[in-house]
């Protein structure tokens, strides 16, 4: 059972289709920790280039489908309602393996670090338990 649909998920994050990626949220600990789901269907509209014989979701979307469950663990406290997380870098970034249709990513962002409007979370994704991604993303509340 989801902690938040994507209707709710909508309530806490701007993001909207087709660039919500993330579908359910598992598990949250405001503020501290957030787990995210995301079902990747060949129906995706980047698979339509990316790429049409050998469809890969690319990294990129990775890191932003884990960003987004970083900004529902930060953004669902009281004192951050309503406002937006905007990405402030990426550093560490490392993918392991590729995420094609029909797999279920898990999405994990921890949030290590906040100083004022300016945090930092510490972020995995995993197919079937294997790790497919790891960043650690710098995020600034506006």
């Known amino acids: 059972m989801s902690v938040y649909s994507a209707k709710e998920i909508m309530d806490i994050i701007p993001h909207r289709q087709p660039f919500m990626l993330i579908d359910t949220i598992e598990e949250l600990e405001e503020g501290v920790r957030a787990v995210g789901k995301k079902c990747v269907s060949f129906n995706e509209p980047f698979f339509n280039g990316h790429f049409p014989s050998n469809p890969v979701m690319p990294g990129v979307l990775i890191v932003e489908a884990l960003a987004q469950v970083g900004a529902v663990a930060i953004l669902s406290m009281p004192?951050?309602?309503g406002k937006t997380a905007y990405f402030a870098?990426?550093?560490k970034a490392?993918?392991?393996q590729k995420v094609v249709p029909g797999d279920v990513?898990?999405?994990e962002t921890k949030i290590i670090k906040v100083k004022g409007p300016v945090g930092v979370g510490e972020?995995?994704?995993t197919v079937d338990g294997k790790v497919v991604c790891k960043?650690?993303?710098t995020f600034a509340i506006g």
Do not use: N, P, V
């Open 89 to 91: 870098g990426i550093d």
């Open 79 to 81: 004192d951050w309602k």
């Open 135 to 137: 960043a650690e993303l």
């Open 105 to 107: 990513l898990m999405l």
């Open 123 to 125: 972020a995995t994704a």
């Open 94 to 96: 490392r993918f392991k």
